[in-house]
């Protein structure tokens, strides 16, 4: 299983425990009889490294965070676009509806095309 794979719960539980036995490996060389100053110097050492390192994770996360808000934001422009053609395209149904309606009228008045006022068909008057 790769760390890839990993939960974050289960990544935070690995790394915590990496922590503790390299911190604690440096305080078990007192054990092996090295010197206070020499420990001190190592666990600054290792200490500088785990924060180099968690930099780097923390900028690999921002960028991978990144790549997923621009293509968020790719998205929401095409939806935006496709929201405007519809507009558009509703506008321009509007206005031939209305155009329609207006020949009806017009087509009413000059009693060429009636209404039965039932539902039926309109006749058209010769």
Known sequence: MTVKKLGSSEKLFLSALVNIMLFGGVFALKMLGLATDSILLILATVVSLEVIYFTVFIQLSVNKNTLSLETVTKH????????EKAHTALIYTGHQIKLIQHELD???????????GNGSRPRVQA
């Open 76 to 83: 929401i422009a095409e939806i935006r676009e496709n929201e």
């Open 106 to 116: 017009t087509l009413r008045k000059s009693r060429v095309f009636k209404s039965n």
